[in-house]
């Protein structure tokens, strides 16, 4: 082979050798460029990625924190993520709610609350901390009535007995909180039946019944699983309930519509609202896995010791509810003068 020949080929490898490397470069390139764009368009982590809390805006102890706790504890297991319930009462739910609708609209923040925060306060309050378009609801779990308890210092020993009373002197209600149901209950009780009271609100059901066992106040409508264990013992006595029906866990005691007061009867509605724009396929989730839990034997039986009724309400039907507690509780609140204390 000749010299020439030689560096002919020489220099044709050498010229495909470059060729090749600049083709290598450009996918390089071309990789390096695409690869942004591809992270970009990368789906999310399923739903849920990470803990997820429960914040309820009523103190430790109170049937909200028992049935969220019995909740998260279910969700945890369905959804394989830690569920955490976190306290965060005050000023009749709206210190809870507020940290709510301000948080992002992840779904890694739900509130788990009571009505009254959203149906009691906005018509009680001079102002609210958020607006109503800042949360929308992601269940309407239970409602349950309430009952009248009075302390053991307390002479009459039916409600008739004790409107007497209260007529001729005031008496002292206490309740869960400004704008609970137990205040409002308690203001429309004084309106029916020409009662004088005197309103001491307290940070939840749960002090609130400590308060009428040591005889700070005289009586209270609150909610009936804490008030049960002390009328059993015979610490409180029970004087009416303020649901249509008879309690289950109170038999014997008459309801308020017996007694002639058709006027105090209504319900606490359990609720769990999400920031609004929160995403629909997120809401779908825990909306799904919350279906579930409420299917549960040993929810069922939670709820049963709560006094609560299953509503296990979602979207239009939830919606509405809330609405026409909203539109009775503003003219109670209108018609009773019914002021935060």
């Known amino acids: 082979m000749t010299t020439g020949h030689l560096m002919t080929t ?20 071309a990789l390096s460029l695409a690869a942004p ?32 706790r019995a909740l998260a504890d279910a969700l945890q297991k369905d959804l394989k993520q830690p569920f955490i319930v976190d306290n965060r009462p005050g000023a009749g739910g ?9 948080s992002p609209a992840d779904g890694y923040t739900v509130l788990l ?63 869960a909180g400004n704008g609970s149901p137990g205040h409002i209950a308690a203001e429309i009780f004084a309106s029916d039946t020409g009662a004088r009271i005197t309103h001491v609100p307290y940070k939840g059901n749960a002090p609130a019944v400590l308060a009428l066992m040591g005889n700070e106040v005289q009586a209270g409508i609150l909610a009936t699983p804490g008030l049960l264990p002390q009328v059993q013992s015979g610490k409180l006595r029970a004087l009416a309930v303020t649901g249509k029906q008879r309690s289950p866990l109170l038999p014997e005691v008459p309801t308020v519509g017996e007694l002639g007061l058709k006027g105090l009867e209504f319900e606490v509605l ?16 825990l909306r799904q896995s919350l279906h579930k839990a409420m299917a549960l034997p040993e929810i069922k039986t939670r709820l049963a010791s709560l006094d609560m009724v299953p509503l296990a309400e979602t979207g239009a039907a939830a919606s509405e509810h809330l609405a026409g507690n909203l539109a009775r509780y503003g003219r109670i609140v209108k018609a009773t003068g019914m002021k935060v204390d």
């Open 270 to 285: 359990y609720v769990a609202m999400v920031p609004a724009a929160t995403p629909e396929p997120v809401m779908q989730t």
């Open 94 to 102: 709206n210190i809870g709610a507020d940290l709510v609708a301000k």
């Open 10 to 29: 020489f220099g044709g490898a050498r010229r495909r050798l470059a060729l090749a490397a600049v083709a290598t470069a450009a996918a390089c390139a």
């Open 37 to 68: 764009a591809a992270a970009a368009d990368a789906p999310s982590p399923a739903y849920p990625a990470k803990a997820v809390k429960f914040l309820t805006n009523f103190p430790a102890g109170g049937p909200i924190d028992i049935l969220g």
């Open 113 to 175: 609350g009571i009505d009254s925060t959203f149906t009691i306060n906005p018509h009680l309050y001079p102002s609210m901390p958020f607006a109503a378009k800042d949360l929308k609801p992601l269940m309407v779990f239970s409602s349950s009535g309430l009952s009248f308890g009075v302390a053991s210092s307390v002479k009459a020993r039916t409600l008739p007995e004790f409107i007497a009373q209260a007529k001729a002197e005031p008496a002292t209600f206490s309740s």
